[in-house]
């Protein structure tokens, strides 16, 4: 049987998921960086990430960020995915910068144990008490809830996981494409870290700057099927998928709950 990684990630890059992203605000959002300086940007890389929650997002950022976009490993080199594509890492946490305007996370079949690494959260946590935004795709939203990044934030996730997981790490789950939260952002399953890029771009530099970003990748989807929810698939087509994520959304729970035992 294919994972669920390779099914989401042929899935979106033919263009196959629901593109509309439902937006939520809550509280005042952080101010743009200064005009006239590239910003600046870390993405989490770890062992059983996906490769398009990084991917998506990096190549709609990266005209923003020229020089400035890192690839944050523990450390430098390449980073195998979930389907076996590597990605490298261009610095480790180290190397890092200590200021930024975006900190983002990508969720995967290595979330659980990146949930109970003492080294990711511990970067996390401190890159985030200094970055303007700090962001999620997919079951990031639980690596970020297991640093306490997400406590008392509306905040989405894969929906294998949102309503299970997110509350037992402090967060209220939302059921939408992509949620912000005063400086926190989050997207759902994979493909919707493309609607997360481009609604930050937004806010980073501006709606035109997002809109060309739009344009350039030509992100105009058009599934043929409706099937990128579970409420669209149907009962069969869910069914299917649940048990492709089981082992995902029970080992994500049992790493929540583990961080809640005394």
């Known amino acids: ?151 008392g934030y509306r905040a989405t996730s894969h929906w294998c996981v949102r309503d299970r997981v997110l509350p037992l790490l402090g967060a209220v789950p939302v059921a939408e494409r992509v949620v912000f939260d005063r400086d926190r952002a989050t997207a759902a399953g994979v493909s919707a870290g493309l609607d997360l890029a481009l609604a930050l771009a937004a806010r980073l530099r501006g709606e035109d700057y997002a809109r060309t970003a739009q344009l350039v990748a030509e992100y105009a989807p058009a599934p043929p099927f409706r099937a990128g929810t579970p409420e669209a698939a149907g009962p069969a087509v869910t069914q299917a998928a649940t048990d492709i994520l089981a082992t995902l959304a029970a080992e994500s729970e049992a790493a929540a709950r583990g961080l809640a035992a005394p």
């Open 1 to 151: 049987m294919i994972s669920r990684r390779a099914a989401a990630a042929l899935l979106a890059a033919g263009g196959l998921l629901l593109p509309r992203a439902a937006r939520s605000l809550a509280g005042p959002e952080p101010a743009p960086p200064p005009d006239g300086r590239p910003v600046r940007v870390a993405m989490l890389l770890f062992p059983g990430m996906t490769a398009l929650d990084v991917i998506g997002p990096q190549a709609l950022l990266s005209g923003l960020a020229p020089g400035s976009l890192h690839l944050v490993a523990a450390s430098a080199g390449p980073v195998a995915s979930d389907t076996g594509v590597s990605l490298v890492a261009t610095t480790g946490f180290a190397g890092c910068p200590d200021a930024l305007d975006l900190l983002m996370v990508p969720g995967g079949d290595g979330t659980p144990a990146q949930m109970r690494d003492a080294a990711t959260l511990g970067f996390l946590r401190e890159r985030a008490a200094r970055a303007r935004w700090v962001a999620s795709v997919c079951t990031g939203s639980l690596i970020l809830g297991a640093a306490g990044l997400l406590r």
